[in-house]
């Protein structure tokens, strides 16, 4: 038995560094995942994002729903991605205020959104599976790796969204199709604004205004993770220099 167990730590002791290495590279690409979801699920449970997206692009006029109203049904669609309910129900004086194609694409929907959360919780654990093992491993020592790590990671962010956000700005309209017919095997997403309210609550235009705060919000994120790391490099290294 202690034979085989000095055998398996052995083993590991040999795979472990290169183990660790690819989970470095895992720790870049889960970065930008982790904040940008993040911030996307914040944006679906933010009334001010609905509110704000309503009055810029003035869905009361356009619907002819009063602004109160407008608000009410938006918390109920924050509601809906958070409950258990398969399908939405809003009404609106005591009607149903989608058709079936709409709730059934709504269905769809939170479908993908719940997706979007469990990556989220996967991008987070290998971000803390990382440092853990890090500091497991090298204690103290591994302060100074993991910052810059997550400089790197900061860094990287940045420079992925930004290069995103400019193909995708260019051409928004394209990538917006592109976008629904990779995520949607069926055509429920395709509607119609003379007939379904949906598309008249939130016009393309809503979605874009959105997309660009939230691009705003991680790139301002990803700035403070580099900047941190930064401030925290050089503190290190002053109080190294003073040791010395």
Partial sequence: MTESTSGIRSKWEQVSPTL??????????????????????????????YSTGFDRNNIEQRTGVPDAELNRIAD?????????????????????LFNTREIIHMKDVKVR????????????????????????RGGRGFLEPALRRIRRSGLYTIVSLATAGIIVGIAFDFFFTLFH??????????????????????????WFEATLLV???????????????WWGLSRLQGSSDVDD
């Fill in 20 to 49: 660790f290495r690819w989970a470095g590279v895992a720790f870049l690409i889960a970065m930008p995942i982790f904040i940008l979801t993040l911030n996307v699920r914040v944006a679906f449970n933010s009334s001010w994002v």
């Fill in 181 to 206: 017919e990779i995520l949607f095997r069926n055509d429920f997403w395709l509607l119609d604004p003379r007939r379904d309210f949906l598309v008249v609550m939130f016009p393309e235009q809503f």
């Fill in 76 to 96: 109920e669609f924050i509601d809906y991605f958070g409950n258990d309910d398969e399908f939405l129900n809003i009404q609106l004086y005591d009607q149903e």
């Fill in 215 to 229: 691009a705003f919000a991680t790139v301002v994120m990803a700035l403070l993770l580099a900047g941190g790391s």
């Fill in 113 to 136: 959104v719940q997706w979007m959360y469990i990556l989220t919780y996967i991008a987070g654990a290998v971000l803390v599976g990382y440092l853990v093992w890090g500091f497991a």
